[in-house]
């Protein structure tokens, strides 16, 4: 098996006559957190959309795991093991933080109307175990005594919380991060980093884009520095955080 989960050769992808990614190349190493860090415009939010299949490369390709997925839909990206969160939280509003959970698993009996008719004992089964999980997922993100709130109320970093459960439900191989504390107070910045960190534990490789210079040196083991489309640099993350070139452009006085 190889040791790179995500290989990314010469993408590139523009928008009119703006170049959001142009030639970008990297890799991610199974197993490892890496992050991507770099100014607005950088081409992060664009890596990721194309990664999770929802924007398409104009050029290049993309492997995870040895296979091509630049061409699939997002669906097909998703079944072979990438899932993502997004910056601003996605969740169904007037469903309970237990049921948006509950959505997350694929192809459920009660999703095709005669298996309700003529199947509803295996339906109640299922709902009951998909119950379970997601209970037991809650459990480990500690928000079981908020499955029975309206996802609307949380807070956000409680719904940052709940895209990271949703991730975890999932299973996935690759979990892309998008930026997963912003906004978020300092305390519950500890539970998401906690969560992130059992994550790798349990074998998930994390691509993280994050602005959070604290969360970055301290969760990552690999940065990767995006500048106009390109790679600027990579490195651990001392090595980035002393990267002359780096301090001038992103991070200044906060290294």
Sequence with gaps: MSSTALEIREVRKAFGGNKALDGCTLT??????????????????????????????????????????????????????????????????????????????????????????????????????????????????????????????????????LELARCLLAKPKLALLDEPTAGVNPRLIGDLVGVMEQMSRDGVTILIIEHNMNVVMNLCEHVIVLNRGRVLREGTPSEIQNDEVVQDAYLGAAV
């Design 28 to 161: 991610v190493r199974r197993g490892s957190i890496t992050g991507v860090i770099g100014p607005n415009g950088a081409g992060k939010s664009t890596l990721f959309n194309i990664i999770s299949g929802l924007l398409r490369p104009d050029r290049g390709e993309l492997l995870f795991e040895d296979r091509r997925i630049d061409h699939l839909a997002p669906y097909q990206i998703a079944r072979l093991g990438v899932a993502r969160t997004f910056q601003t939280p996605r969740e169904i509003g007037d469903m309970t933080t237990l049921e948006n959970l509950m959505l997350v698993p694929e192809h459920q009996t009660g999703e095709r109307l005669m298996s309700l008719i003529s199947g509803w004992r295996r339906v109640w089964q299922e709902e009951r175990e998909h119950q379970v999980d997601a209970v037991s997922v809650l459990d480990r993100v500690e928000m079981r005594h908020q499955q029975d709130m309206p996802a609307t109320v949380l807070s956000i970093g409680q719904k940052k919380l």
